[in-house]
């Protein structure tokens, strides 16, 4: 048995002073020092030795097993700084080669154009309110003063989800300004900014899908001045103060008196265009005194309370702003065309 122990002695320290990998040395290990490996095999056999015999051959065994337990340990030293130096190898940057660049987002054109209003509406005293773009047929139109048979209630012009004609895609952000005059007393001033749709075809100035900002006062004594005075003083400050603004009469089912509201066409400064379709002048917003009926709707007395409301195209708003000539454009999400803003 010491003769078995030697020549095992020298074959484990061959074998793994020749292994070459960490996983190979692992097996090694469980081959001669396992539970069921070549030491405890040759343990077993004690039993036919003689009583003189057992101490010495166990010490041998022991020997033995401290003795390929410190080789083991040696090489996996030397196969593990060998792997982490191919790995270094391997892994490592030349810090010669350029580096690339990573391209840098901007922020949108037509955002820049809505954050730039916003901070001119909450500048004038103006809290920002939101609602669901599916909305509620009342919401839409009868609220509004919107009657039966009006051309916007037609399925010609507005996207309906059902036949009973209940819920639609809203044809204008007004359905917010419903809802805040229900749920909150005057005074009120608020704007309601968001995505509209509308059955239009594209065109240079025309999306079936588009954004809005509507904005609302009620308050006692509100008059037609206030209206005009808040929208030039937004206009001026988004496209400079001396901009030509141009009020016409105009007819809407849920103000009273209404008007539209034009800005100089920026592309030909009045002397027309086909931008401006040859008028000189590009239509910004609709607005006007909001109607009595629409203040009953809402549960707000109008022989106490008084407002107006205006909306206006934040497309038209970014084009005027950046002089752009096709709305098209804002949506196409051209590289070379976004990152001239």
Request: with cysteine.
């Amino acid at each position: 048995m010491r003769e078995q122990l030697a020549a095992l002695e020298q074959e484990a320290l061959a074998a793994i002073q020749g292994t070459e990998n960490l996983q190979t040395l692992e097996d090694l290990r469980v081959r001669f020092l396992g539970k069921k490996g070549e030491v405890t095999a040759i343990l077993k056999q004690m039993g036919g030795l003689s009583p003189e015999e057992r101490p010495q051959i166990g010490q041998l065994a022991n020997a033995l097993s401290e003795t390929l337990t410190a080789a083991l340990g040696v090489r996996r030293e030397v196969l593990e700084a060998k792997s982490l130096d191919e790995r270094l190898s391997r892994e490592k940057l030349d810090i010669t080669i350029p580096g690339q660049r990573l391209a840098v987002g901007k922020q949108h054109v037509m955002m820049k154009t809505l954050d730039e209003a916003l901070d001119i509406f909450i500048g004038m005293g103006f809290s920002i309110a939101e609602g669901p773009e599916v909305e509620l047929a009342a919401n839409n139109f009868d609220k509004l003063n919107i009657a039966e048979g009006h051309p916007s209630r037609d399925w010609g012009d507005t996207f309906y989800f059902d036949a009973d004609s209940a819920y639609a895609l809203r044809p204008q952000t007004s359905p917010v300004q419903v809802r805040v005059m229900e749920s909150q007393k005057p005074p009120i001033r608020v704007v309601s900014p968001g995505r509209v749709y509308r059955k239009d075809e594209v065109d240079a100035t025309h999306s079936p899908m588009f954004h809005q900002i509507e904005g609302l006062v009620v308050d006692k004594g509100v008059t037609m001045a206030d209206l005009k005075g808040t929208l030039n003083a937004l206009i001026g400050q988004l496209y400079g103060e001396g901009t030509k603004t141009r009020f016409r009469p105009h007819f809407f089912p849920f103000t009273e008196p209404s008007c539209e509201v034009d800005c100089q066409c920026f592309k030909c400064r009045g002397a027309g265009c086909p931008m401006c379709k040859g008028e000189g002048w590009i239509e910004l917003l609709g607005s006007g005194m909001v109607h009595p009926n629409v203040l009953r709707n809402c549960g707000i007395d109008p022989e106490i309370y008084s407002g107006f409301a205006f909306g206006m195209g934040l497309e038209r708003m970014t084009m005027m702003r950046y002089n752009i000539s096709d709305l098209r454009l804002i949506f196409e999400n051209d590289l070379r065309f976004l990152r001239q803003f």
